[in-house]
């Protein structure tokens, strides 16, 4: 049976978040990756924790802080300007180099983004990259339930109003992938590092090494 509706995690899948690195690097030399790479565990970690103690807090505020400790924790001096400085390179992470073209591949799929992220924080993302009329955006900050707790899926399907089995979940976070499968998506892990699956007794549907070339149908 083929797949009606492509839905993508946004950040690590669709759009680079080390791509802050350069900036990063502007602002502390020699700091950058070290910084990126703790912002960004802290930013999921932070996420989880608020999702299990039932209290919702925005994406970009969950980012804010996980910047905020990032910073202080690799010994980075900061102002405010410093901090709305790389905030807002979240509005212009860079794409992966095929995404550009997934609307051009895949014309009689319905393509849509289902991310943590904020509306805020999504729409100019899509407008800097010149990708707004290539994707609907669902965002985990309408219903208040961050992926992946199974309402938060279940959101999505009501949204796309398709069975689960006609939806072919992409995102290149295990965890992510994880929830999605045990909630009843068919599931493709975008595995561009060329990780090894984690033991979680799931596994994805598809393992895919970019976006590039994605699967139609299932059997």
Known sequence: MNYQAYVFDAYGTLFDVHSVKDAIHRCYPEKGPDISEDWRNRQI???????????????DLVTK??????LTTNDAG??????????????????????????????????????????????PLLENNQLTNSFS?????????????????????????Q???????FSSNPWDIAGATQYGFHTAWVNRNKMKWPEL?????????DLSHIPDKHS
Request: glycine residues 2%.
């Open 201 to 209: 007794g799931l596994q994805p549907t598809h393992t895919l090494k």
């Open 65 to 70: 802080w996980a910047l905020l400790d990032a």
């Open 137 to 161: 955006l669902l965002s985990a900050d309408d219903p208040k339930v961050y992926k992946p707790h199974p309402d938060a899926y279940q959101f999505a399907q009501e949204k796309l109003d």
């Open 45 to 59: 970690h932070y996420c989880m924790i608020r999702q299990l103690i039932q209290g919702y807090q925005p994406f």
């Open 163 to 169: 069975e689960k089995d006609d939806i072919l979940f």
């Open 78 to 123: 900061f102002n405010d300007e410093t901090v709305d400085q790389l905030m807002n390179q979240y509005q212009h992470l860079k794409p992966y180099h095929e995404v550009s073209q997934l609307a051009v591949n895949n014309p009689d799929k319905e393509l849509t983004i289902f991310s943590n992220g904020t509306r805020s924080m999504l729409q």
